[in-house]
């Protein structure tokens, strides 16, 4: 079953249930996913359902901060509840060592020298990892590994 698929069963069964959360997050998603594809003019693939996915949670984890820093823990409340059901859709997370080897492997692949070939090396790792990484976690990784081999 295709995600898309996977989100309209997920609906239905929510507006049955009455889990008024997760339907009007569903939506939300499908809303999205549906922008996706009329901007590309053709139907999306998994790969491209993922990165939305994957936007929008990126978009609930930054509210969630700036929602914090205006003391606002109703609204930081709601949208940590919209991440976990969007996260329920994403694939898991890589582990942090998972992410290391990943990057080491990216350095060595373009033969990285240091700090000044971040963009080349970001490039690779975030190919290699595909949604199972946050872009500002691979980022930390490859500055810290890059800062060391300039010493």
Same mark, same amino acid.
């Given at each position: 079953?295709? $995600? ?17 959360l ?25 790969e491209?359902v993922?990165?939305?996915?994957a936007k ?6 930054? %509210? ?19 991440l976990?059901?969007?996260? %329920?859709? $994403? ?22 020298? !240091?700090?000044?070939d ?6 690779? /790792?975030? /190919?290699?990892?595909? !949604?199972?990484a946050?872009?500002?976690?691979v980022?930390a ?6 800062? !060391?081999?300039? !010493?």
């Open positions: 079953m295709s $995600l898309i698929q996977q989100l309209d069963e997920d609906l239905k069964a929510a507006m049955r249930s009455g889990d008024t997760k339907r009007d997050t569903v939506r939300l998603l499908r809303g999205a996913l549906k922008n996706a594809e009329i901007e590309s003019r053709e139907p999306l693939t998994d491209a993922l990165r939305v996915l929008e949670a990126k978009q609930r984890r930054d %509210s969630i901060e700036e929602y914090k820093k205006g003391n606002r823990q109703d609204l930081v409340d709601r949208e940590q509840a919209e976990e059901i969007i996260a %329920s859709y $994403l694939p898991e997370a890589m582990s942090a060592e998972d992410l290391r080897q990943i990057v080491r492997e990216s350095i060595t692949a373009v033969g990285a020298q !240091g700090p000044s971040i963009g080349k090396v970001m490039k690779e /790792a975030l /190919a290699r990892v595909k !949604g199972r946050d872009g500002s976690a980022n990784v490859v500055r810290e590994m890059l800062s !060391g081999l300039a !010493g």
